[in-house]
């Protein structure tokens, strides 16, 4: 098993906790904001408009609870909690990119309303940077893993 590297702990305990307190948030979500929550999914991902609002919303909770769980256990290696932040922030990016109002015209600047979604991009780099944890490169430049080694 891996240990924690020490400078892995702090994004970790912020993404997580973040995480996990939107997911817990989520779960206590009525009607109307199930609704905005779902609505607002379905303009970047039309295909889950085939799924009712409450339960779209509490999918989405536990899916944030699971995330965020996953990169506060310390038991959980930083490429796997990477993982499963990449994947999580990716659809969130997405969802900023898609939706219209989001972004100021013909930039990736955000208006008003996509200061909030914006932060996903810092968790998709932090998610992308626990994507190359433990990947290390000797003196010689060889790497640890095999695929990344330099062909004599």
């Not at 339960?55 to 993982?83: D, K, M, N």
């Not at 999580?88 to 939706?99: A, I, Q």
């Amino acid at each position: 098993m891996t240990m924690l590297e020490p400078r892995d702990v702090p994004p970790r305990l912020a993404t997580g906790a973040f995480i996990l307190n939107s997911g817990l948030g989520k779960l206590k979500a009525d009607a109307e904001t199930a609704e905005g929550v779902h609505g607002m999914a379905c303009v970047a991902y039309p295909f889950l408009k085939r799924i009712e609002p409450e339960r779209f919303t509490r999918l989405l909770a536990w899916s944030e609870i699971a995330v965020g769980g996953t990169l506060l256990a310390p038991f959980v290696p930083t490429r796997l909690a990477g993982l499963a932040l990449t994947g999580f922030s990716s659809g969130l990016v997405g969802l900023y990119l898609r939706v219209p109002g989001m972004r100021e015209p013909g930039s990736l600047r955000p208006t008003q309303n996509g200061i909030p979604l914006a932060k996903d991009f810092w968790m998709l780099g932090i998610g992308l940077g626990f994507l190359g944890s433990g990947v290390r490169r000797s003196r010689a430049g060889a790497s640890r893993c095999p695929w990344l080694r330099r062909r004599g």
